[in-house]
């Protein structure tokens, strides 16, 4: 009974969750693209214009991002101004929980069919390598270590703290200025 | 709590043995087609392939319609466009698709078009696209390898925009898959290697990859052991039916547990080294699949060195320790390449194949790295890495 009237609650906490989640993880993305040059040569490849969407079926949150050349990726925090170019789709709010609370690894994810990819799959491939370059960035070793298929052997602790300062300082500027705006 | 999770599907029927070649009429009757089409290619054809497939039908009264045998070797949207055409004109109702990959891919791009209507293929590329059942469709490979005859995709090129065109649903799957030991018994020694070292791969791959379950295993362990004990009787004695049925059938259990586990880095490497150098599918995986699994070793010991029993039988297992089980199919994995570069010269290393540059070995790796397989590789593959196994593989 109990159970029964918690759940409510308990969905409309994943689904916030689900939506802060991404909230971050955008401005994250935007944030990982201006610090770090390994990701902005993966994202050098995506035509610029290129709009990037991770979503959670059928109308649950989204971050949406756009590359706007030179690699560099910009949050779209309204919503896409054209229709996306890829995207990446969970089939349920409990799987996109299971993987941004790191129950579940991103690829494990991919391997157990809970998500779907639309559009092109080779930048869908990258796009994950850059999920992955910024999740072993931005999380707790022993945290990013859940959430990747392989933490980074040459990221040593230095580097890891400073990137993650200057993408987390970035991350709550442009929050700042959503809600100044 | 487990976190695991898996999905299976394969409503494909699988006919398969002496004279199944017999059963199409009567299958086709039941999904009530009349009029079927034919879509081959030349070297099918001329093989002389096609004849007892025609006789198969005639005899039960059932009149092949139309035969297209111009297939080629990557096939296009020009060709899936023809071939809907031809299809209309002469009013079939079912697809046959007798042949290897190409023709398969494009019987199943053909059946798109007929099914859902139009002229253009390029628009119903994608995953989830289609929503609706299509035309009776069946298959008949003639290579034991592929496993096109069970899997849900298609690969079509876009001749104007030179880009491959891939097409995914379950609705592409065919009614049936006809495995009938006289379609294979001519094929060419290094083809019939190439081709079962595919199949060899796939269910290797399946049986290692991130996303193997307990059904793809079954499937994937079947085929392992059915390549194993039945390749080189083959290659000694091409006439053996019972060893050719043997391979086919690996082939489609392959097919059946790669389609539902997906495959790892072999593929990614192969896919790229197939684009780059243009050499066979079947050849890449043999010569990739003992060096991407001493890279994947560490993370996939314990599959690994189960596959020992269907590779080298329960003798050479238990004899083994557990710990040198993994290593052991390795080199078993080497040892039936050397037997087979023996007898039809298949290439075990990227010089051996007089195809590939040294200098290719970089864009390679890159084009690899972009390959959606190398998602389901147990291991995170960086650049450098894939380098180190085209290395190691270069001689």
């Known amino acids: ?181 | 709590m487990t976190n695991n999770y898996y999905e299976f599907f394969c409503p494909v029927k699988v006919i398969a043995g002496k004279a199944a070649l017999e059963h199409i009429p009567y299958e086709l009757t039941g999904l009530a087609a009349k009029r079927p089409m034919i879509v081959t290619d030349k070297g099918v054809r001329a093989a002389g392939l096609l004849d007892p497939v025609i006789a198969a039908c005639e005899e039960s009264g059932l009149e092949i319609v139309a035969i297209y045998d111009d297939v080629p070797p990557d096939s296009s949207t020009t060709v899936v466009r023809d071939i809907a055409k031809v299809y209309r004109k002469e009013k079939c109702d079912s697809i046959i698709a007798v042949g290897g990959g190409s023709a398969i891919d494009t019987g199943k791009a053909v059946n798109i078009l007929v099914s859902e209507g139009g002229d253009d293929i390029a628009k119903y590329s994608g995953a989830g696209i289609l929503k609706h059942p299509l035309k009776p469709f069946f298959v008949v490979p003639t290579t034991a390898g592929t496993g096109s005859e069970v899997t849900s995709v298609a690969i079509i090129t876009d001749e104007k925009k030179g880009v491959k065109l891939p097409f995914t649903s379950s609705f592409l799957l065919p009614n049936a898959a006809i495995i009938d030991p006289r379609m294979t018994l001519t094929l060419p020694p290094h083809i019939t290697a190439a081709t079962a070292m595919d199949a060899m791969t796939h269910a290797t791959e399946a049986f290692t990859c991130m996303a193997k379950n307990p059904l793809s295993d079954a499937y994937a362990t079947a085929a392992v052991k059915k390549v194993s004990q039945s390749l080189l009787q083959v290659m000694d004695n091409p006439k053996d039916e019972h060893g050719r049925l043997e391979l086919a059938q690996a082939s489609t259990m392959a097919g059946i547990a790669f389609s539902n586990s997906m495959v790892g880095l072999v593929h990614s490497l192969g896919h790229a080294t197939g684009a780059i150098c243009h050499l066979p599918h079947g050849l890449c995986m043999s010569l990739y699949l003992p060096y991407v699994l001493e890279f994947n070793l560490e993370s996939i010991r314990e599959p690994l060195g189960e596959l020992l029993l269907y590779l080298e039988g329960p003798e050479v297992f238990s004899a083994t320790p557990a710990s040198r089980r993994a290593e052991a199919s390795i080199s078993s994995i080497r040892k039936l390449r050397d037997a087979l570069y023996k007898r039809c010269q298949l290439p075990r290393t990227l010089k051996e194949t007089g195809k590939v540059l040294e200098s290719q070995l970089e864009a390679i790796a890159e084009m690899a790295l972009d390959d959606g397989s190398i998602m389901f590789n147990p291991r995170e593959v960086s650049l450098d890495d894939a380098l180190s196994v085209l290395r190691r593989a270069w001689a």
């Open chain 1, 1 to 181: 009974m109990l159970v029964k009237r918690l759940q409510p609650m308990v969905s409309h906490a994943r689904r916030s969750y689900v939506g802060l989640m991404f909230q971050v993880m955008g401005r994250a993305l935007q944030a990982i693209s201006e610090v770090d040059e390994t990701t902005r040569n993966e994202t050098r490849a995506l035509p610029v214009g290129f709009l990037f969407e991770m979503q959670v079926m059928p109308n649950g949150p989204k971050l949406i991002v756009e590359h706007t050349g030179d690699g560099l990726l910009h949050y779209h925090r309204d919503g896409a101004p054209r229709p996306v170019d890829l995207s990446i789709q969970f089939k349920h709010m409990t799987h996109a929980f299971l993987v941004l609370s790191f129950q579940e690894k991103t690829s494990v994810a991919f391997a157990n069919d809970r998500m779907l990819v639309d559009g092109d799959v080779s930048l869908a491939v990258r796009m994950t390598r850059v999920l992955n370059r910024l999740e072993s960035f931005i999380l707790p070793k022993l945290v990013a270590e859940r959430a990747v298929k392989e933490y980074p052997a040459n990221l040593h602790l230095p580097e890891k703290l400073l990137s993650a300062a200057r993408i987390y300082l970035k991350v709550a500027t442009n929050f700042v200025e959503t809600v100044r705006a």
